[in-house]
């Protein structure tokens, strides 16, 4: 199966920053069916980005994902109060489908 | 309005069956393929299996293989998860997710609020 490794574990950051996600396959993810996700305490994941970098419905143009092959990125471009969350990258192109460990993104 | 709502959670004792249900409704069910997430407490997401529009397709986990299985009636806008056998280790918090395409390769766009499984004696 596809290990997907997140770095860094946490990123502390200010209101208004710049927050870059990082999620790393041990093998190339087929079609970039790469997913990433918000989850806040006591809430179901959140849809952001899937297909690698296309916007879910309703998602801020703050987020935007990139990459392809092994390695991708999720970026928020100016950190809102309601963004501060664990962020998890999923692929699905290979059966079984694989998420990332997370990343938490907390107030600094 | 897209809704999925889970039942059949429990305390249920290690080696016992549990039977997990997902009410789906808002869309068009029978054109999308649909999953199972898990989380266990404090833990992260763990895809559990997943099932063509369909019923064509299936996959699982290998964690659940032999053990779990994923069924939808389309007529009722249901889907399900039989688990059997069950261990210390599934306890979790289980999501139904619904997928952007037929097959299983649209990403997960809408979920559930979860349904909570304890296996324990």
């Known amino acids: 199966e596809i290990v997907l490794t997140q770095s860094p574990g946490t990123l502390s950051l200010s209101p208004g920053e710049r927050a870059t996600l990082s999620c790393r396959a041990s093998?190339?993810?087929?079609?970039?069916?790469l997913a990433w996700f918000q989850q806040k305490p006591g809430q179901a994941p959140r849809l952001l980005i899937y297909?690698?970098?296309s916007r879910a419905t309703d998602i801020p143009d703050r987020f935007s994902g990139s990459g392809s092959g092994t390695d991708f990125t999720l970026t928020v471009g100016r950190l809102e109060p309601e963004d501060f969350a664990v962020y998890y990258c999923?692929?699905?192109?290979?059966?079984?489908?694989?998420f990332g460990q997370g990343t938490k993104v907390e107030i600094k | 309005e897209v809704q999925l709502v889970e039942s059949g959670g429990g305390l249920v004792q290690p080696g016992r069956s549990l039977r997990l249900s997902c009410a789906a409704s808002?869309?068009?069910?029978?054109?999308?393929?649909m999953h199972w997430v898990r989380q266990a407490p404090g833990k992260g997401l763990e895809w559990v299996s997943g099932?063509?529009?369909?019923?064509?397709?299936?996959g699982y986990a290998d964690s659940v293989k032999g053990r779990f299985t994923i069924s939808r009636d389309n007529a009722k806008n249901s889907l399900f998860l039989q688990m059997s056998s069950l261990r210390a280790e599934d306890t979790a918090l289980y999501y139904c997710?619904?997928?952007?395409?037929?097959?299983?390769?649209?990403?997960?766009?809408?979920w559930g609020q979860g349904t909570l499984v304890t296996v324990s004696s």
């Open positions: 997710a619904k997928d952007l395409g037929h097959t299983g390769h649209g990403g997960f766009d809408h």
């Open positions: 808002g869309f068009s069910f029978d054109a999308s393929a």
């Open positions: 099932i063509s529009f369909n019923s064509g397709s299936t």
């Open positions: 093998q190339s993810v087929s079609g970039n069916y």
């Open positions: 297909g690698a970098s």
């Open positions: 999923h692929q699905y192109g290979s059966s079984p489908g694989t």
